[in-house]
């Protein structure tokens, strides 16, 4: 299933992903910040999956 994915850059952006909801859950942080830090998570991710070359 995880065969052409870069498992370094899933892991990051699974791991950015999860610390922005979890601080937000924690009234940490605030949306708008929780959904910046969110989204550079789930860039992370979209290109975890792309091949090289």
Excluded: C, K, P, Y
């Excluded at 922005?20 to 830090?37: H, M, N, W």
């Amino acid at each position: 299933m995880l065969g052409n994915v870069n498992r370094v850059q899933f892991g990051l952006g699974l791991l950015v992903v999860l610390v922005a909801a979890s601080l937000l859950l924690l009234d940490v942080i605030e949306s708008g910040v929780a959904i910046a830090i969110g989204l550079l998570g789930i860039i992370l991710l979209a290109t975890s999956g792309r091949r090289r070359g």
